[in-house]
């Protein structure tokens, strides 16, 4: 089914989480009974330097309708308007859908506590690891699906033997100021950073160049004052990822909306990953304790990382 024809069948249960920093809301239902879970994201004004001036001018001279004023102080001004939407130019939400959702999804999108978590090598074999191995299989199917099975084929940005670039569902696809892509390895070896050691250096080194090359000539191309170049691209790694197969996220430096996951203690550069690995020796990660946040619903939490806080 479409995402047409699966949301008018969406039954509201609960809302999840509602963030007014960055303007979206998480609703938790069902779909012919099964758990489903809507987010709807204010979407971005999908406006730059390079649109023509009088198109900026009609969309503030037509599209700004119904004002009503809050209130003024000397030369500031707070009110409320509506807009006119133009599907295509000017979308007044990004909805996204998870459906069947798990119970993992649930957690993810259920608003909870960060707390600072040192993760020991000893712990990481003791809880985290065990754990990893958990969320193989059936979890992973969609991943799978993208790798080898041509799925979301029509998104894919660039591909070769190493991985797979493809937009992430956080980006409308559109807007460049926001641009947001994920990198999926082509191997099943790497769950994580913790499996990375001195032997994927030259690898990694390879994904990082062949990332910032692909972007800046698949979005240059149509556009000589592009603004995507080498420098602007942000490439990091989750600890802990939000799912077991490693990848890489891409982000534009100018965008700052996705919250606590590109946080210290969440995020970590490619690139400083690479010069750790220098020094890590044949263990690489298994060989260091790694400080990172984690929400309190995560299922780690309750396997036994908040008796060591």
Known sequence: MSLEELIPKFKFIKLLNSDSQFKNISLLGKINDKDAIITI?????????DDD????????NNNITDILQITNNDVY???LNLLKQDLNKNPSSKLNLIYPA???HLKKFNKGKIHIINETPILYLKIVEPYIKTMKGKRLEWVKNILYKDAEKESVIFRNNDFVLIPDMKWDGKNLETLYLVAIVLRD???????????HIDYLINIQETIKSQVVNF????NENSIISKDKLRIFVHYQPSYYHFHIHVVNTSFPGIGETINC???ILLSDIIENLKFLGPKGYLNRSITYGLNDNHDLWELGLKNYV
């Open 41 to 49: 994201e204010k979407s971005h004004f999908s406006f730059n330097n």
């Open 53 to 60: 001036d009088d198109e900026i001018s009609n969309f503030i």
């Open 77 to 79: 001004y707070w009110g």
């Open 102 to 104: 798990t119970e993992t």
């Open 189 to 199: 070896d790497i769950s994580s950073i913790r499996d990375l050691n001195e032997s």
């Open 219 to 222: 979005y240059s191309k149509d």
């Open 265 to 267: 203690g969440r995020a």
